[in-house]
């Protein structure tokens, strides 16, 4: 059976395949004159880099967190009995 949509075909697809196809579709844009870096750029770069920028103030929010945590709050007996879960 056929898929009935792009993103159908695109979910069906394995994932070696799809990373092949991820790769050229790369490729084909960014060998697009003047607006192809652009375009991959929009379409691929920007949601990792959003990504990545979510990740990175998580983690410095965490360390500034944890350096006010006062060691007396910490509870390491119930920590160690439930095996840190």
């Not at 695109?10 to 490729?27: D, G, Q």
């Not at 697009?32 to 979510?54: M, S, T, W």
């Not at 945590?69 to 007996?77: G, L, R």
């Amino acid at each position: 059976m056929m898929p009935t949509t792009i993103w159908a075909a695109i979910t069906t697809i394995s994932c070696s395949n799809c990373c092949f196809l991820l790769s050229a579709t790369k490729s084909a844009l960014g060998a697009i004159p003047i607006v192809g870096a652009l375009l991959n750029e929009v379409v691929f770069d920007y949601r990792g880099r959003i990504k990545q920028e979510r990740c990175n103030r998580f983690i410095n929010e965490l360390a500034i967190y944890m350096a006010d945590v006062n060691e007396t709050d910490i509870d390491i007996p119930f920590i160690k009995e439930t095996g840190g879960t």
